[in-house]
């Protein structure tokens, strides 16, 4: 069956530092990939997407991710985190045009100051 | 370009009686979905259409669910009749190409 997995339900960040977030995916064949974020009390908003060709891709918020075909791979980053960056991430995919996305079950980011 | 608008934003309502969530696509958009949101369960995806035509409804839980799309612009989910387990919050989806833009959810309350 079509999966997306985060395997981290919560992260913990201090301002300014590094951050990754892991997402796995178990397709048939490679599918398209989304990051989505979620500010408490607020729909989804996408971050960036990949579809094909160059696996490091570039979203909003100085946010990227990087594919990686032979790890079943989509992990989020952003060299340095702001306070503002605290919500909750959903790694998803879907296999076509206007086709149901399957999102992970989100990972939840902390930042201190 | 407003995005998606959904409403009300917050229903509370009591056990027992109907519940209608509506939502407006973003112009041009041509499918359409609805998500549930709970704790427990994460997001679920509950009906989608494609040029108002119901593609994938297995994910609505059970026959007092309904969704419509009448036209292009309109979406409404109902309850009837709710109950406590509903309390989730609701979100539609404007579809174009392989990018779903979400609203901002109704959150229902069903006392």
């Known amino acids: 069956a079509q999966s997306v997995t985060q395997p981290d339900i919560h992260i913990t960040v201090s301002e300014g530092a590094s951050l990754e977030l892991r997402c796995n995916y178990s397709y048939g064949a490679t599918p398209y990939l989304f990051w989505y974020v979620q500010s408490p009390g607020q729909g989804l908003q996408l971050l960036l997407k990949?579809?094909?060709?160059?696996?490091l891709v570039q979203g909003i918020k100085g946010f990227e991710a990087e594919f990686k075909r032979s790890q079943s791979s989509f992990n989020l980053r952003k060299p340095s985190v702001h306070w503002s960056d605290a919500a909750e991430y959903f790694c998803?995919?879907?296999?076509?045009?206007?086709?149901?996305?399957?999102f992970g079950t989100g990972t939840r980011l902390q930042v201190t100051l | 370009d407003a995005g998606v608008i959904q409403s009300p934003r917050h229903e509370v309502t009591e056990m027992g009686q109907e519940v209608t969530l509506r939502c407006k696509p973003i112009?041009?958009?041509?499918?359409l979905f609805w998500y549930r949101q709970t704790m427990m369960r994460g997001l679920e995806l509950l009906i989608y259409f494609n040029n108002n035509v119901p593609i994938d409804d297995s994910g609505m839980p059970e026959d007092r669910f309904s969704a419509k799309m009448p036209n292009a612009s309109f979406s409404t989910l109902k309850i009837q009749p709710s109950e406590p387990r509903d309390s989730a919050v609701y979100f539609c989806a404007s579809v174009t190409g392989y990018e779903q833009y979400f609203g901002p959810g109704t959150r229902l309350t069903v006392t």
């Open positions: 990949y579809f094909s060709g160059d696996t």
């Open positions: 998803a995919a879907n296999t076509g045009t206007a086709s149901k996305l399957t």
């Open positions: 112009s041009g958009h041509n499918s």
